[in-house]
């Protein structure tokens, strides 16, 4: 069965500054999927940026990034430039590409991220 | 257009009593999810309903809980006989269709509280 860790259960930065959430994974699949959701008190879960696994490039939305290392199952979140309204909880999440019952998001328990202003 | 809306927001239910939990996809959505959110376990999935097909029952707890999809649209997540342990908020989730990459795209949850 597939796994999602997230070894931060908590993570503050400063306004304007970079921050990194890791995420590791396990899995025997080949192709999948991996996404980063962020979560506000609104309990609203957002996606923020999505990775295919056969893709070898990091996928990148605004001041978003990954660092998506296949060999090490590793898939790290990369804010730049962090503003108040990023401070939110992320998870991290696993879903395979093979069709049938396998079609669910595995998540990770969630790192919560503190914006200092 | 309208994103997935859940309803009620919040439910505070009597330990043995029933509950009903809904969930209005995005229109044209063939896919509907339904996870669970506890202090406890973390994010978890509950069951998946895609199109006309079984519905994949594999995360459902335990047999007091069921849902059903109506018409393909409108589903429903029943609780009976409610135990303090269901007390979590219960998301759901539509997208496109189930396979491949598409963004499965989360209602704002319905807190469930059984006292």
């Known amino acids: 069965a597939q796994t999602v860790t997230q070894s931060q259960p908590e993570m503050s930065v400063q306004e304007a500054e970079t921050v990194t959430l890791s995420c590791t994974y396990d899995t025997s699949e080949s192709d999948y999927y991996l996404f980063w959701y962020k979560q506000p008190p609104s309990r609203q879960m957002i996606l923020v940026i999505r990775?295919?696994?056969?893709?070898?490039q990091n996928a990148t939305e605004n001041r978003f990034s990954v660092n998506f290392q296949k060999a090490a199952k590793s898939f790290s979140l990369k804010i730049s430039d962090s503003q108040l309204g990023d401070a939110a909880m992320y998870f991290c999440a696993y879903r395979s590409a093979y069709g049938g019952a396998t079609n669910k998001l595995i998540f990770g328990t969630g790192t919560l991220l503190a914006v200092q202003p | 257009g309208a994103g997935v809306s859940q309803s009620p927001s919040n439910k505070v239910t009597e330990k043995g009593k029933d509950v009903e939990l809904r969930c209005d996809p995005i229109?044209?959505?063939?896919?509907l999810y339904w996870y669970r959110q506890s202090l406890g376990q973390g994010l978890e999935f509950l069951i998946y309903?895609?199109?006309?097909?079984?519905?994949?029952k594999s995360g459902l707890p335990s047999d007091r809980f069921s849902a059903e999809r109506t018409g393909g649209s409108v589903s429903t997540l029943t609780i009976q006989r409610t135990q303090q342990e269901d007390s979590a908020v219960y998301l759901c989730?539509?997208?496109?269709?189930?396979?491949?990459?598409?963004?499965?795209?989360f209602g704002p949850g319905t807190r469930l509280t059984v006292t």
């Open positions: 989730a539509s997208s496109l269709v189930g396979s491949g990459g598409y963004e499965q795209y």
């Open positions: 990775q295919e696994a056969y893709k070898q």
């Open positions: 229109s044209g959505h063939t896919a």
């Open positions: 309903f895609q199109g006309n097909s079984a519905p994949d």
